[in-house]
């Protein structure tokens, strides 16, 4: 089945900041790859995510890029905002299956 | 209204006991899954289910059980709970465009 590591595990920021969260998944098939934010006692929600057709993706703040020959995408948020500090997940999905593998999370902490 | 809803917010209950949790979404949505978050915030598969199939994680104990009785619920039942089971189970919806919508979350604790 499909494999996602997740790094860094912790990232402390000052506000202002850029930060990026990097992942890696095991399986070619995969071919959707979605950002989610959990806040503190909060359900995980969807943020922005990529489809293996396009190399990056761009919300305001936050962009996604993905490496398909080496298997790795990134989530870049510039200009952090103390909310913007919450866990964030990566996931990837092979095509057809509909149950995304998460990583283990990413601890963003941003101080103002 | 709550797209997707589970019951209840919180449980605690003693070890060897059989416990539900109840989950309806109102999205109209196709798939419906359970993940477990412990208190290392990983978030681990451990069913889903649409009308066609119901696909289990293979490390889950035979003692987590889903049923469907609907298309717009995916109750999960647990016979005797251990202390490892505790943790926040989340239930979640998703149609063929691959976004998950959680619900609340369920903190589970046994004693």
């Known amino acids: 089945g499909e494999n996602v590591e997740q790094h860094p595990s912790t990232l402390s920021v000052q506000e202002g900041d850029s930060a990026v969260i990097k992942c890696t998944y095991s399986?070619?098939?995969?071919?959707?790859f979605p950002w989610y934010k959990q806040e503190l006692g909060k359900r995980p929600q969807l943020i922005i995510d990529?489809?293996?057709?396009?190399g990056e993706k761009k919300d305001q703040r936050i962009a996604v890029t993905l490496n398909k020959t080496a298997k790795h995408f990134s989530l870049h948020i510039t200009e952090t905002q103390p909310e913007d500090s919450a866990v964030y997940f990566c996931?990837?999905?092979?095509?057809?299956?509909?149950?995304?593998?998460f990583g283990r999370g990413t601890s963003l902490i941003v101080h103002p | 209204d709550t797209a997707v809803s589970q019951t209840p917010k919180y449980l605690v209950t003693q070890m060897g006991n059989d416990k539900s949790i109840k989950c309806e979404q109102n999205l109209g949505h196709d798939t419906m899954y359970w993940y477990k978050q412990d208190s290392k915030k990983f978030l681990k598969i451990m069913f889903s289910y649409n009308n066609k199939e119901l696909i289990i994680n293979e490390t889950v104990p035979n003692r987590f059980s889903p049923k469907s009785p609907d298309k717009a619920h995916l109750n999960l039942h647990i016979n005797s709970l251990e202390l490892g089971d505790s943790a926040v189970y989340f239930c979640?919806?998703?149609?063929?465009?691959?976004?998950?919508?959680f619900g609340a979350g369920s903190r589970l604790t046994v004693l």
């Open positions: 996931a990837a999905e092979p095509g057809g299956s509909y149950i995304p593998t």
């Open positions: 979640a919806s998703a149609s063929g465009a691959n976004v998950l919508t």
């Open positions: 990529i489809r293996s057709n396009v």
């Open positions: 399986d070619s098939a995969s071919n959707y």
